[in-house]
C-alpha cells in the first residue's frame, strides 16, 4: 500500500542550527501538509501546500519555517534557527483531492533541539 | 474555529470487552472527521473517515459514527484485544481548514 514517508526519522541539533526534514508524499496526491506533536500535547497544524504554493498556515509557522517542493516528490520543511521548543515529532501528511478525502500521515520525524 | 474534545483521556478495559471513545467538536459544519491509531513514538495510522453526509463507517471490528446536529462522533471497538493498546485521536475537517486534533484518548486492553 502506498504510504508517505520522512526522513530523518530523529534529528538531535543545536540550537540555532538549521534543520531540514523530508517527505515523499503518496505519488498521485495532489495536498500537502506538515503537523507538529510537542510531547503530551496535541497534533497541531503547520502548514498547507497545494498547486506549487503555501494554501494555509497557522500561527506556529512563522518567518522561522519554510516549505519546498524541489522536485516532483520531495516536499521538506526547514526551520532556520532552531529554538528549544521547536523540539516535537514533525508529521507530514497528503491528500489525493478535495476534503473528502482520507488525510494520510508518515511516521513523523523526531526533531530534539539542545 | 474549530474544537476537538476527546474523553476520556485514559481507558483500560479487561480484554475481550466492548468499549466506545468519545469525540466532540464544536463546528457542527463540519465536512468530515477522521479517526487515527497512534502507537507510541509512531505515526498517525487513519482508521476511519466518515463523511458529513454518512452517519456510519465500518472497518472489520471498528465502528465509527457521526451526529453532526450534536456534535458528536463515537468509536465502537468490538471485542478488544490487547493489541489495539494506543492512543486513538479524532480530527475534524471544516471546510477548507485543515484538520483539528483532538488530545486522543489512550486505550489499554489487559489481557
Known amino acids: 500500500e502506498p504510504e508517505v514517508t520522512q526522513t530523518p526519522s530523529h534529528q538531535v541539533t543545536q540550537m540555532g542550527q538549521e534543520v531540514i526534514l523530508r517527505c515523499v508524499p503518496i505519488?498521485?496526491?495532489?495536498?500537502f501538509y506538515w503537523y507538529r506533536q510537542i510531547l503530551g500535547q496535541k497534533v497541531e497544524f503547520l502548514v498547507s501546500f497545494y498547486n506549487n504554493e503555501i494554501s494555509e498556515k497557522s500561527e506556529i509557522f512563522d518567518d522561522q519555517f519554510s516549505v519546498e517542493r524541489p522536485d516532483g516528490s520531495n516536499f521538506t520543511l526547514k526551520i532556520r534557527s532552531t529554538k528549544l521548543e521547536d523540539s516535537a515529532m514533525y508529521f507530514c501528511a497528503s491528500r489525493e483531492t478535495g476534503p473528502g478525502n482520507t488525510i494520510y500521515f508518515g511516521e513523523g520525524s523526531w526533531l530534539t533541539v539542545v | 474555529k474549530q474544537e476537538v474534545t476527546q474523553i476520556p483521556a485514559a481507558l483500560s478495559v479487561p480484554e475481550g470487552e466492548n468499549l466506545v471513545l468519545n469525540c466532540s467538536f464544536t463546528?457542527?459544519?463540519?465536512?468530515?472527521l477522521q479517526w487515527f491509531r497512534q502507537d507510541p513514538g509512531k505515526g498517525l495510522t487513519s482508521l476511519l473517515l466518515?463523511?458529513?453526509?454518512?452517519r456510519e463507517q465500518t472497518s472489520g471490528r471498528l465502528n465509527a459514527s457521526l451526529d453532526k446536529s450534536s456534535g458528536r462522533s463515537t468509536l465502537y471497538i468490538a471485542a478488544s484485544q490487547p493489541g489495539d493498546s494506543a492512543t486513538y485521536l479524532c480530527?475534524?475537517?471544516?471546510?477548507?481548514?485543515?484538520?483539528?486534533f483532538g488530545k486522543g484518548t489512550r486505550l489499554s486492553v489487559i489481557a
Open positions: 505519488s498521485n496526491h495532489l495536498y
Open positions: 463546528d457542527s459544519a463540519i465536512y468530515n
Open positions: 466518515i463523511q458529513s453526509s454518512q
Open positions: 480530527a475534524g475537517v471544516s471546510g477548507n481548514t485543515p484538520l483539528v
